[in-house]
């Protein structure tokens, strides 16, 4: 299943891993994540890599991220990745419910570093990665021009 990553497979995975109790930083999910795709294959790691980076390209858009730190906005997108695609979804849809994420300050840090872990757990070699979608903040351009 890991091997065949697409945008649906990513979001069962990220609710699987999700823990029942709260986890405002990420840090149990990023751990349940990395546990599982590091039971391999490779292309699992990759296929959640650019998924991930993908999910938080989308959110990389002046609507979200103005006035923020770059760091600020790369961690709160994190967070609202790791809350999931219903809640993704609505942020997309309603910029205004990015806004309670900025002011509870909600990161998700350890998310973005999952696929690196993963793979090196995998592996035992340290991984270089690239994807299509860069997930660092403001390199979205087309989110950053005023329409």
Request: with cysteine; hydrophobic share 40%; proline share 5%.
């Amino acid at each position: 299943m890991l091997s065949g990553m697409n945008e649906d497979v990513f979001w069962q995975l990220i609710e699987e891993c999700s823990p029942s109790t709260p986890d405002p930083e990420g840090a149990w999910l990023a751990a349940a994540l990395t546990a599982r795709l590091a039971a391999g294959p490779v292309a699992g790691v990759v296929g959640f890599a650019e998924q991930l980076s993908w999910a938080m390209y989308r959110l990389d858009r002046k609507e979200y991220g103005e006035g923020l730190s770059g760091d600020a906005f790369l961690y709160t997108r994190a967070a609202v990745v790791a809350a999931g695609r219903e809640e993704y979804d609505r942020v997309l849809r309603e910029p205004a419910r990015f806004i309670p994420f900025v002011t509870d300050l909600a990161w998700a840090e350890d998310l973005l570093y999952v696929p690196d872990k993963a793979y090196e757990l995998l592996t035992s070699e340290v991984w270089d990665r690239g994807t299509r979608y860069s997930y660092e903040s403001y390199s979205n351009t087309a989110g950053w021009t005023d329409a």
